[in-house]
Nanobody, 124 residues
Framework: QVQLVESGGGLVQAGGSLRLSCAAS????????MSWFRQAPGKERKIVAG????????YYDDSAKGRFTLTRDNAKNMMYLQMNSLNSEDTAVYYC?????????????????WGQGTQVTVSS
Protein backbone atom coordinates (compact mmCIF):
# COMPACT_ATOMS: atom_id res chain seq x y z
CA GLN A 1 0.00 0.00 0.00
CA VAL A 2 1.40 3.35 -1.04
CA GLN A 3 1.66 5.90 1.74
CA LEU A 4 2.65 9.53 1.39
CA VAL A 5 3.64 11.89 4.19
CA GLU A 6 4.21 15.59 3.62
CA SER A 7 6.28 17.92 5.75
CA GLY A 8 7.90 21.34 5.56
CA GLY A 9 4.94 23.67 5.52
CA GLY A 10 4.70 26.74 7.69
CA LEU A 11 4.37 30.50 7.87
CA VAL A 12 6.66 32.59 5.69
CA GLN A 13 6.78 36.22 4.64
CA ALA A 14 6.12 37.25 1.08
CA GLY A 15 9.26 36.86 -0.99
CA GLY A 16 10.52 34.03 1.21
CA SER A 17 11.14 30.37 0.53
CA LEU A 18 10.02 26.97 1.79
CA ARG A 19 10.91 23.42 0.90
CA LEU A 20 8.19 20.80 1.09
CA SER A 21 9.04 17.13 1.41
CA CYS A 22 7.02 14.05 0.55
CA ALA A 23 8.11 10.72 2.01
CA ALA A 24 6.79 7.82 -0.02
CA SER A 25 6.54 4.18 1.02
CA UNK A 26 5.04 1.08 -0.53
CA UNK A 27 7.01 1.29 -3.75
CA UNK A 28 8.83 0.71 -6.04
CA UNK A 29 7.63 3.78 -7.87
CA UNK A 30 8.92 3.28 -11.37
CA UNK A 31 5.87 3.75 -13.55
CA UNK A 32 4.35 6.23 -11.15
CA UNK A 33 3.58 9.88 -11.50
CA MET A 34 4.02 11.84 -8.30
CA SER A 35 2.79 15.38 -7.96
CA TRP A 36 2.12 18.27 -5.65
CA PHE A 37 -1.34 19.79 -5.54
CA ARG A 38 -2.61 22.69 -3.50
CA GLN A 39 -5.99 23.77 -2.29
CA ALA A 40 -6.90 27.19 -0.95
CA PRO A 41 -10.08 27.71 1.11
CA GLY A 42 -13.14 27.62 -1.09
CA LYS A 43 -11.17 26.67 -4.19
CA GLU A 44 -10.59 23.45 -6.09
CA ARG A 45 -7.47 21.36 -5.68
CA LYS A 46 -4.98 22.23 -8.42
CA ILE A 47 -1.70 20.78 -9.55
CA VAL A 48 1.46 22.72 -8.81
CA ALA A 49 4.07 20.37 -10.27
CA GLY A 50 4.51 16.70 -11.03
CA UNK A 51 7.11 14.23 -12.19
CA UNK A 52 7.59 10.79 -13.65
CA UNK A 53 9.42 8.85 -10.97
CA UNK A 54 11.32 6.63 -13.39
CA UNK A 55 12.51 9.20 -15.92
CA UNK A 56 12.52 12.28 -13.73
CA UNK A 57 10.69 14.34 -16.32
CA UNK A 58 8.86 17.23 -14.69
CA TYR A 59 5.74 19.27 -15.33
CA TYR A 60 5.10 22.71 -13.83
CA ASP A 61 1.88 24.61 -13.71
CA ASP A 62 2.23 28.18 -14.99
CA SER A 63 1.88 29.44 -11.43
CA ALA A 64 5.02 27.53 -10.45
CA LYS A 65 7.28 28.08 -13.44
CA GLY A 66 10.40 30.04 -12.62
CA ARG A 67 9.75 29.97 -8.86
CA PHE A 68 9.33 26.33 -7.83
CA THR A 69 11.62 23.36 -8.41
CA LEU A 70 10.52 19.75 -8.11
CA THR A 71 13.09 17.05 -7.44
CA ARG A 72 13.22 13.48 -6.17
CA ASP A 73 15.68 11.25 -4.36
CA ASN A 74 15.26 7.71 -5.65
CA ALA A 75 17.37 6.16 -2.92
CA LYS A 76 15.31 7.72 -0.13
CA ASN A 77 11.92 7.64 -1.88
CA MET A 78 11.59 11.36 -1.24
CA MET A 79 10.15 14.13 -3.36
CA TYR A 80 10.87 17.78 -2.74
CA LEU A 81 9.24 21.01 -3.80
CA GLN A 82 11.49 24.02 -3.41
CA MET A 83 9.34 27.15 -3.41
CA ASN A 84 10.93 30.58 -3.86
CA SER A 85 9.54 34.11 -4.21
CA LEU A 86 6.38 33.10 -2.38
CA ASN A 87 3.38 35.40 -2.40
CA SER A 88 -0.02 35.44 -0.76
CA GLU A 89 -1.57 33.54 -3.65
CA ASP A 90 0.58 30.56 -2.73
CA THR A 91 -1.23 30.21 0.60
CA ALA A 92 -2.92 26.81 0.61
CA VAL A 93 -2.77 23.27 1.90
CA TYR A 94 -0.24 21.38 -0.20
CA TYR A 95 -0.77 17.69 -0.94
CA CYS A 96 1.53 15.02 -2.29
CA UNK A 97 -0.20 12.61 -4.67
CA UNK A 98 0.73 9.50 -6.63
CA UNK A 99 -0.70 7.31 -9.32
CA UNK A 100 0.48 4.35 -11.33
CA UNK A 101 0.17 4.86 -15.05
CA UNK A 102 1.24 6.96 -17.99
CA UNK A 103 1.94 10.65 -18.10
CA UNK A 104 1.60 13.28 -15.41
CA UNK A 105 -2.12 13.90 -14.98
CA UNK A 106 -2.99 17.45 -14.03
CA UNK A 107 -6.40 16.67 -12.53
CA UNK A 108 -6.67 15.43 -8.98
CA UNK A 109 -9.29 12.81 -9.78
CA UNK A 110 -6.70 10.73 -11.64
CA UNK A 111 -4.55 10.21 -8.53
CA UNK A 112 -5.05 7.20 -6.28
CA UNK A 113 -2.89 8.03 -3.29
CA TRP A 114 -2.75 11.18 -1.20
CA GLY A 115 -0.92 12.50 1.80
CA GLN A 116 -2.60 14.32 4.64
CA GLY A 117 -1.45 17.76 3.47
CA THR A 118 0.75 20.47 4.89
CA GLN A 119 -0.29 24.09 5.37
CA VAL A 120 1.65 26.87 3.69
CA THR A 121 0.79 30.40 4.73
CA VAL A 122 2.43 33.42 3.13
CA SER A 123 2.04 36.70 4.97
CA SER A 124 2.18 39.99 3.11
Amino acid sequence: QVQLVESGGGLVQAGGSLRLSCAASGGPFNGYAMSWFRQAPGKERKIVAGLRWGSGSVYYDDSAKGRFTLTRDNAKNMMYLQMNSLNSEDTAVYYCAARSGYGIPTLSRFYDYWGQGTQVTVSS
